[in-house]
């Protein structure tokens, strides 16, 4: 199929970007949507032209790297996968495809499609663990029997890949999905109790600190959310959150 | 160089503790006065950082991501072996040792492999205390599955996505020394040279991969855990930004790098579909638990199957040939990599392979679907005859084993799986090969370290499953945090180390002239253009078989390639900015080095072995023939040009495990 492409280019954090058009032909329905901007990049290259930069790694849709939009949606059309799982079947002959970098004041613009997402990161230093020793001098796996309700509800709160999908399609850039998350993980198993308290609060403290928005309920983040991370989440969260402001 | 293994006296089921207990500690206030490198945030790298830094250790640690969270061991499907013999099926600290060393065709170290098999059960312990959510059954309790080579249920799991579990508990545990302020981390830097000063590794070279900038930085000790090389073959398993080059730097600064040659094929993998494909996508191994693999019988339904006359729901059980079934009665589908790989080989190679290019068998999970629904319906107390009711029931079942590989199968293939079998064929996913490494998970090179998949030392010429996330956890939380303290004893009093000397000047200078290099080279092709067809000469000539003929050619092509990589490279944009390509320059110029000396390797090993399959060397049934005279780990010296490396060998001793013909019938 033949495309046109529309994309973000912008150098350098401190350099304007601007849409640029590309057209594409003989693009294979089977290619993922990576690969098809790998083709290009390589038709770039062969001009001497600077290739599209983006991240990415893994391919399989579990790193969280991959991040862009695509024709304004987070990770492209399709529900529940990430850009590098999106195949040009998606697309039909002579379509016009916009990719944009996330936009949200705690994920600065790197170059082109690329974003810096540190502030996570500094979100997870601030309370996302658990306190324990890493010594193996801990108890018998199987004295800690947990239910399997709340095992399989922890998991899948922890399969958060940290992609910014959630903050990238919210009108006010809240993080509250990705940072409710693992507030969530911790808050059903039974290791992490003891300080969920300073947990949920410290992890609160910094996601402000980062710039991030506050949560008006609009639920954009759980639609685009590639891991179908659920709204049930912010509300454990705001409970948690909410329980450690009574205690103080 | 003499090759000092510093295996620990005594019994084998004593090495580890007594080592432990006679090795040098560092006393709690002088572990402050020393730095520690880490270079890499996966399994091995980010355990590794957390547990150093814990001990107190001011630590550093590295990995080319944005994150430490995105490691490719992030990627790990199946799961994690353990010795806990919480099924009581007779597992135990033995018979894992005993699987591994077999399933590694002896070819592993025993000492290393029985301490792994010994610290095994302490990490399913760690990981469940920082709240790594395993799969756990109605009691509360860990659930377990089995993998390929082994007939006892040892294997722990997250659904299919057990290493980004393991990660970010990893990633948790460092996140908490990072906020303690005890790991520095830097992201987006990737690291170009080891810095040696007086024979010891003091430091690296690192290049911040959104400025250009060239950095020193310094320390008592550098540990790499890099992973592996696979993506040498440029169509693999792997994430597309694993490399080889801070494995290659070291062996080129005087780390001797062993078995380069020895290469796992995942048999269960995604096939080729067309020429822009950039990675093959597994699909996790214990798939293998409940789904067959065959190939039609007879060659009409080959031929109907490929021009889609004949779906392969149609063909009649008798006119299935479950070739591992037939040939391997003992283990079945359950046989390890190494044999089911190339079993597939064989059967698409004698033309039998059901895609249209011919290369791919079926894995099919009809029967797991009535198994487990007719179980279902009975626990329900349903019509245990209502076929649609209890496939229905049965793929519930397997949906919440392994949903989310199903799904990621229909993305890719277009396919449903639940529908009609998936196809499947073998693809490079693992190198058992790496640096060198004594018992202490030293290199030749004082005071630099290799742990996870960048060394060589647990799994032998195959791996088993579920036991690299063992390994690399093994050496990051409970084997290097130790034995770097041996070493790192004597340096109480050395102070911080100065990047401010010739070594640092020199390594620098070799950074940056390879980086003008690549960038004033003027050439005319991309670097994926040599990656691919370095990839292809890899894949035709080094891949699952290997002949003589073949591997000598293999050795003039490269050379000839990294020659023409060198005069015709063409790198886009500066030094001085966020510049893929010319990470990927680098990284495929190193690869363009080691493969040479893979395919010399292998060249050298007149043998067959797991992961590596001479021709030459085989038994009238096709499986592999080993040799008593190549027992022994190939560490090569860098000398120049990979045509000049130069083969030490150090022999490996079976004391405690007979050596027997590896059977899987
Ligand atoms: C799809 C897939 C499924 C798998 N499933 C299983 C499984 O079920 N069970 C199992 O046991 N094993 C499995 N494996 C194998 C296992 O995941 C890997 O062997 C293991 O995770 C490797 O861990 P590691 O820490 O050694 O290296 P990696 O996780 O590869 O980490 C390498 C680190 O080094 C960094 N790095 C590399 N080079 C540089 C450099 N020059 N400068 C700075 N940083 C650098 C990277 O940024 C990264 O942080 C699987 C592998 C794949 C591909
Ligand atoms: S919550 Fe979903 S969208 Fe947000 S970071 Fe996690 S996986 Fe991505
Ligand atoms: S590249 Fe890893 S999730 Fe897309």
Redesign the pocket.
Known sequence: MNLTLKIWRQKSAKDKGKIVDYTMSDVSPDMSFLEMLDVLNQELIDKGEEPIAFDHDCR?GICGMCSMFVNGQAHGPDRAITVCQLHMRSFKDGDTIYIEPWRAKAFPVIKDLIVDRSSFDRIQHAGGFISVNTSGNTQDANAIPINKHDADAAFDAATCIGCGACVASCKNSSAMLFVSAKVSQFALLPQGQVEATDRVMNMVKQMDAEGFGNCTNTGACEVECPKGISLENIARMNREYLKASFKG | MALDSRIPQGPLADKWTRHKNEINLVNPANKRLIDVIV????????SAAATLAELGYNVKA????DS?RR???????????AAKNYQGDGDSTYRLFYDTVKGGDYRSREANVYRLAEVSTNIIDQCVAQGVPFARDYGGLLDNRSFGGVLVSRTFYAKGQ??QQL?LGAYSAMNRQIGRGKIKMFTR????DVVIVDGKARGII?RNLVTGEIERHSAHAVVL????YGNAFYLS???M???V??AWKAHKRGAYFANPCYTQIHPTCIPVSGDHQSKLT?M???LRNDGRIWVPKHKKDVEAIRDGSLKPTQLAEEDRDYYLERRYPAFGNLVPRDVASRAAKERCDEGYGVNKTGEAVYLDFASAFMRYGKEQAHVKGLDENDEALVKKLGQEIVKNKYGNLFQMYEKIVDQNPYETPMMIYPAV??TMGGIWVDYNLMTTVPGLYA????NFSDHGANRL??????Q?LADGYFVLPYTIGDYLADDIRTGPISTDSKEFDEAERNVTETIDKLINNNGTKSVDHFHKRLGKIMWNKCGMARNEKDLKEAITEIAALRAEFWKDVLIPGGADEYNEELAKAGRVADFLELGELFAKDALVREESAGGHFREEYQTPEGEAMRRKEFQFVSAWEYKGEPKDAVLHKEDLAYENIKVKERSYK
Do not use: D, K, R
């Not at chain 2, 270079?39 to 980010?46: P, Q, S, W, Y």
């Not at chain 2, 742990?451 to 960048?454: L, N, T």
């Open positions: 399989e | 270079v890499g945030t996966g399994l091995a790298g980010g590295f990995c080319f991501q430490p490691a490719h061991s992030i990627a790990a499907q199946g799961g994690i072996n057990t290493g990660l830097h990737e690291m170009l690192a855990g890099t992973g592996g398993t792997y994430a930004g694993s490399n080059t801070a597994l996790s191994e214990s996913h693992y742990i996870g998949e960048a499953g579920a036991s690299a996330l063992m690399g």
